[in-house]
């Protein structure tokens, strides 16, 4: 569930006319089918979801993605995560009683999720099995760790920015943003025969979340069912880099996290940022230390000294 914006705001003119430029912009961006290389396949699909391959054979997704049958049994006693003041977080995660610090084993005979690696649906270049995961704490995120690595001609993992930019708005403002997912209008006939991608723009932040502007689609909604845990990339020195983790649209907790300035437009995509670090007053885990620590084999930028 997501909060709605609670409070009206006065623009300066020159911030006014910009917001009107961005909205433009991502009005007339459209999603087109995917191309099928190593680099872009590092977009996978996760059952419904979309996700990203970030390490050897980690993928990183939305928690919503990855539902309790698909996870280990809790432990008798075993209390859900401290979350206050970041409560709809927390729901939109399902909740969790799980250390952030600690893989756990995933599958079953019954319930084994997969993640399929290519940009078709019905031919996928390799799939391979979901054997752990870890979640951390107030978050929509999930680590999926595989079976085995894809093969190195089907997929190769994208470099993820755990280290927050000096200054964010310059940083997403200049290079160009892009979206790609597995996005349907109805979650019944998700994921799409093809992977979509389309340009994207960069709306605000707040202390919990990135805004952006995805593609329009053929009904003018810009993230559909089946988009959960898509990418948002930035591409940095030629290449792309993964920066924040679809879950929805809405602001969820603005006490905790503040508001957005300027005010969200009705259709947008609301990310977990991949270097958010810790929320004053909660026990939100760390994301960027947190990926650091559980996925040392990825390419993390900027690099840790």
């Not at 609670?6 to 912009?25: E, K, Q, V």
């Not at 209390?79 to 952030?100: I, K, V």
């Not at 952006?212 to 053929?218: G, K, N, V």
């Amino acid at each position: 569930m997501c909060a709605r914006p609670s409070r009206s705001w006065i623009l300066p003119p020159l911030l006014a006319g910009l917001c009107l430029a961005l909205a433009a912009t991502g009005a007339e961006a459209a999603t087109s089918d995917d191309t099928n290389s190593p680099a872009r396949n590092a977009v996978v699909r996760v059952g419904k979801c979309t996700g990203t391959l970030i390490g050897p054979r980690e993928v990183l997704t939305a928690g919503h993605c990855f539902t309790h049958e698909f996870r280990a049994a809790r432990p008798a006693g075993a209390p859900d995560a401290e979350c206050e003041g970041l409560e709809e977080q927390a729901e939109l995660q399902r909740r969790s009683w799980e250390d952030p610090d600690s893989w756990y084993p995933s599958g079953g005979l019954l319930r084994v999720k997969r993640v399929s690696f290519g940009s078709t649906a019905a031919h996928p270049l390799a799939s391979r099995r979901v054997v752990a995961y870890a979640l951390p704490r107030c978050a929509d995120l999930a680590l999926l760790r595989l079976e085995a690595p894809p093969p190195a001609e089907a997929a190769r993992p994208v470099p993820v920015m755990t280290g927050a930019p000096k200054d964010i708005e310059r940083t997403f403002a200049l290079p160009r943003l892009r979206h790609a997912g597995w996005g349907m209008p109805r979650f019944a006939d998700a994921p799409s025969r093809h992977r979509q991608s389309g340009p994207a723009g960069y709306w605000g932040h707040n202390t919990c979340h990135l805004a952006a502007l995805p593609p329009t689609r053929e009904d003018s909604r810009r993230i559909l069912p089946g988009d959960s845990g898509a990418p948002l990339l930035i591409e940095l020195d030629g290449r792309e880099v993964l920066v924040g983790v679809l879950w929805g649209s809405g602001i969820p907790d603005p006490e905790a996290c503040g508001p957005f300035l300027p005010q969200l437009p009705q259709r947008h995509g609301s990310y977990t940022p991949t270097f958010r670090g810790p929320i004053p007053g909660t026990e939100a885990t760390d994301i960027g230390a947190w990926l650091r620590r559980m996925v040392p084999e990825a390419e993390h930028l900027p690099p840790q000294d």
